[in-house]
């Protein structure tokens, strides 16, 4: 696990069974090709030693500071080392539900366990009631990962009750931005440029900057991400000021890609922002809702190719419990889009 491979759709026939050869399907596209991407840095190694000594890690971090990246990687990883299934769950009700004493070779990986931007009272007392059967669980060969914002966790934890779950202490790994290592930065930035789908001609003048680019103390993966992504730079002339501008300030730079959006996909990402982040797939959506997509210009034939469309840069599409859910990329653009609506 410390040595981990970049993983591609080839790779899966290594993989031990059938059961986790679907599961690292599920994993590899709920990622799309980020995780071929994926640099190896001091925050994975401290996780995964934590996962491997305690079953368990709880991965702190900024907003886009790569802590689901890391998850996946620690996930597919555990699948090679120990030969679990992963399933990747919204709430302490499925855990308890596909909790197996029988099959105890599962990890469970949990994105945003305590709220998505704000902390959500009633997930942080549900998996507080939960933690005795987590600790149970990892006693009997399960591992976990939970990822959470910084300032959220901070909110709720005394409400947690770690001491039902004596491995939250010891399992922390805070994701410091900041912490990043300079070669760590230039190589996350070289793989999403290289690696990314922008034409030859924006990486011969975007070049010149890249230094810049990384030696920003606002730089984040996933600033590196977006940038590798001819979708986001549709808009921006390539100057030192406009790279600043487009590290410094990912919220406002996302609030105006949103602005350049037709109203079918305005309402594409409205869908997904009143099902709380988590639309279902197919989509139904109430009256009440496509009278909302209504007022915003669209509708739903219109949405379900918007959501195609925007597949990759601000929506995924994974499968969970038994049905595909749409998601927004980047829990940033959820905050970019919360601010669109409020405007």
């Known amino acids: 696990m410390l040595v981990p491979r970049v993983y591609g759709l080839g790779d899966l026939s290594q993989i031990l069974d059938e059961r986790a050869g679907g599961q690292a399907k599920a994993i590899l596209n709920s990622l799309g090709n980020d995780i071929s991407k994926f640099v190896l840095t001091d925050a994975f190694n401290r996780s995964a030693k934590a996962l491997v000594e305690h079953g368990f890690v709880l991965l702190l971090g900024e907003p886009a500071c790569g802590k689901s990246t890391i998850a996946a990687s620690l996930a597919l990883g555990a699948l090679d080392e120990w030969g679990c299934n992963t399933f990747k769950l919204c709430s302490s009700d499925e855990f308890i539900r596909h909790w197996n004493p029988n ?200 949405v379900i190719s918007s959501l195609k469309f925007l597949e990759g840069s601000l929506t995924s599409q994974s499968f969970e419990e038994g049905q595909y859910i749409w998601r927004y990329k980047h829990p940033t653009i959820r905050d970019a889009f919360a601010q669109y609506v409020a405007v």
């Open 103 to 302: 099959e105890p070779k599962r990890l469970f990986w949990i994105d945003d366990a305590f709220g998505a931007t704000q902390v959500d009272w009633s997930a942080t007392f549900a998996w507080a009631r939960t933690f005795p059967h987590i600790s149970t669980a990892i006693k009997n060969g399960a591992k976990v990962i939970f990822t959470s914002r910084d300032y959220i966790y901070q909110s709720a934890k005394g409400d947690l009750k770690e001491s039902s779950l004596p491995v939250m202490k010891a399992s922390q790994v805070v994701i410091n931005v900041q912490d990043i290592s300079q070669h760590e930065r230039e190589q996350i930035l070289y793989n999403h440029i290289k690696l990314g789908n922008q034409p030859q001609s924006f990486k011969k003048e975007v070049k010149p900057f890249l230094k810049y680019i990384a030696n920003n103390e606002k730089f984040t993966p996933e600033i590196a991400r977006r940038l590798g992504d001819k979708f986001f730079t549709r808009e921006l002339r390539v100057s030192k000021s406009t790279l600043v501008n487009f590290v410094e300030s990912p919220v406002e730079f996302l609030l105006d890609v949103l602005s350049t959006l037709d109203k079918q996909n305005i309402s594409a990402l409205a869908a997904i922002f009143m099902r709380a982040g988590a639309l279902a797939s197919p989509i139904e959506l109430a009256e009440s809702e496509l009278n909302a997509l209504k007022l915003l210009g669209g509708t739903l034939d219109g």
